[in-house]
Nanobody, 116 residues
C-alpha cells in the first residue's frame, strides 16, 4: 500500500520560514514527478512546485524566489523550503507523486498558517 506522510506544517508569522517534507513508501514503481499543491478554503487546489526525477523544478509565479523544492530519490522524499511567507500562503499543502507508469498518489495534507 502506497503511503505519503507529510510533515512540517504549522503556524508562522509573516516573513518566517517553514520546511515541508513528504516521505513516500510502498511504491512498486519508480517515482517520476514529485510536487506540492495547496488549497485554501473556497479555492481550487493549485500547483505550488514540482520536480522531475532529473531535478528540473517548476514553480507557481506566486512563490518563485521564495520557495525551493528538492528531492532525494534514494529516500523517496520531497521537501519544500518556504521562506518569506505571506498570509496568502495560508492553505493546506498536499504532496503528490506520479510514478513512471502514471499512477498518481496524494498525501493527506498539512496545514500552513501564516499570521501575526
Amino acid at each position: 500500500q502506497v503511503q505519503l506522510v507529510e510533515s512540517g506544517g504549522g503556524l508562522v508569522q509573516p516573513g518566517g520560514s517553514l520546511r515541508l517534507s513528504c516521505v513516500v513508501s510502498g511504491t512498486r514503481f519508480a517515482i517520476s514527478t514529485m510536487g506540492w499543491y495547496r488549497q485554501a478554503p473556497g479555492n481550487q487546489r493549485e500547483l505550488v512546485a514540482s520536480i522531475t526525477r532529473g531535478d528540473m523544478a517548476n514553480y507557481a509565479d506566486s512563490v518563485k524566489g521564495r520557495f525551493t523544492i528538492s528531492r532525494d530519490n534514494a529516500k523517496n522524499t520531497v521537501s519544500l523550503q518556504m521562506n518569506s511567507l505571506k498570509p496568502e500562503d495560508t492553505a493546506t499543502y498536499y504532496c503528490k507523486v506520479t510514478t513512471i507508469n502514471y499512477y498518481i498518489y496524494w498525501g493527506q495534507g498539512t496545514q500552513v498558517t501564516v499570521s501575526s
